[in-house]
């Protein structure tokens, strides 16, 4: 690659940048441990499944 090119790595990321670290106070937000404890009975929920069938 000579050195008059431009990659655009930089360039081509900065908008999902700026997009992510963005705030918006109308985001619906979820308590970590809520997110644990439907992961856990989600797969609690499957493992009665598989020993159903």
């Given at each position: 690659?000579?050195?008059?090119?431009?990659s655009?790595?930089?360039m081509?990321?900065a908008?999902l940048v700026?997009?992510?670290?963005?705030e918006d106070?109308?985001?619906?937000?979820?308590?970590p441990k809520?997110?644990?404890?439907?992961?856990?009975?989600?797969?609690?929920?499957?493992?009665?499944?598989?020993?159903?069938?």
């Open positions: 690659m000579s050195s008059g090119q431009n655009g790595g930089l081509s990321s908008g700026r997009y992510f670290d963005s106070r109308n985001a619906v937000t979820f308590d809520t997110v644990m404890a439907v992961c856990v009975l989600f797969g609690v929920f499957i493992q009665f499944l598989n020993v159903l069938v």
